[in-house]
T-cell receptor, first 114, second 115 residues
């Protein structure tokens, strides 16, 4: 089954404790992206990657890091989480071929930083 | 990026058609109209997209006004599973290796379906 998986689904942590949210896709997609979703703000892009070893900042990259060492994986790293990073996070992937690039989303990771 | 305007919420009855409107008066000639939906506690999922002509797929139909300044997503027979937030999004052409034409997400329309 074609899918994007994220782990963990729920995470409660404390300020300053480094964490990683994993994202993996099995569709051989070149493009992967991380979003955060906050009430009243809609989805905002954090980072994206066009292919292996190619990453770039989205609209709200501060406080986040990513890496793309393999095509299927795109982890999101919070080196020193703060309470304002409490949010619902989604990973998405898409092919770069074709004309409409349907995005496939993971189930989300709800992060609480105390 | 051109903006879209959608009603905050709509309500429908099960097994009746639903017409979800979207205004995009500043749309450019190369903007594609995309619709996604987000079911409760899930990530968004693609519904349909179009450029100029009306489009149909197994999930829905997309009716695009002749001047392209508005469009309507049509669910032909709403089910309880169609209760979700529906997003109408414009994007200027496809993603490519050299261009992050990302989708710009608004707040969408929250659709409630009554049994």
């Amino acid at each position: 089954e074609a899918q994007v998986t994220q782990n963990p689904r729920y995470l409660i942590t404390v300020t300053g404790k480094k964490l990683t949210v994993t994202c993996s896709q099995n569709m051989n997609h070149e493009y992967m992206s991380w979003y955060r979703q906050d009430p009243g703000l809609g989805l905002r892009q954090i980072y994206y990657s066009m292919n292996v070893e190619v990453t770039d900042k989205g609209d709200v990259p501060e406080g986040y890091k990513v890496s793309r060492k393999e095509k299927r994986n795109f982890p999101l790293i919070l080196e020193s989480p703060s309470p304002n990073q409490t949010s619902l996070y989604f990973c998405a992937s898409s092919t770069l071929r074709g004309s409409y690039n349907e995005q496939f989303f993971g189930p989300g990771t709800r992060l609480t930083v105390l | 990026d051109a903006k879209t305007t959608q009603p905050n919420s709509m309500e429908s009855n099960e097994e009746e058609p639903v017409h979800l409107p979207c205004n995009h008066s500043t749309i450019s000639g190369t903007d594609y109209i995309h619709w996604y939906r987000q079911l409760p506690s899930q990530g968004p999922e693609y519904v349909i997209h179009g450029l100029t002509s009306n489009v149909n797929n197994r999930m829905a139909s997309l009716a695009i006004a002749e001047d392209r300044k508005s469009s309507t997503l049509i669910l032909h027979r709403a089910t309880l599973r169609d209760a979700a937030v529906y997003y109408c999004i414009l994007r200027d052409g496809p993603l490519s290796a050299g261009n992050n034409r990302k989708l710009i997400w608004g707040l969408g329309t929250s659709l409630a379906v009554n049994p």
